[in-house]
């Protein structure tokens, strides 16, 4: 046995005590698209949120700007028409 290596097959020991994974460059290159990928998700999801909010403002504005129409056509009918009679 050769000073300085341990009894494992490759001589690398990882610090769990466990030979380490080997990944080729073609993995490692997967891997990291994976992660863009993943990075890329959460920042669109994270739009996709406040867009989401910024749409039901915008609803609930329009739906009060359309109450107000109504109570104000309501109102001026009932003046112009009602006290006619």
Do not use: V
Request: proline share 2%.
């Amino acid at each position: 046995m050769n000073p300085g290596f341990t009894s494992h097959a490759d001589g690398f020991e990882d610090p769990a005590g466990e030979n380490a994974e080997i990944i080729d460059e073609e993995e490692l290159q997967r891997l990291r698209e994976l992660k863009d990928l993943k990075k890329q998700y959460r920042s669109n999801y994270n739009e996709l949120r406040e867009l989401q909010k910024e749409t039901k403002y915008t609803q609930q504005a329009i739906d009060n700007q359309k109450q107000k129409l109504i109570n104000a056509f309501e109102e001026w009918y009932c003046d112009t028409f009602e006290d006619s009679n």
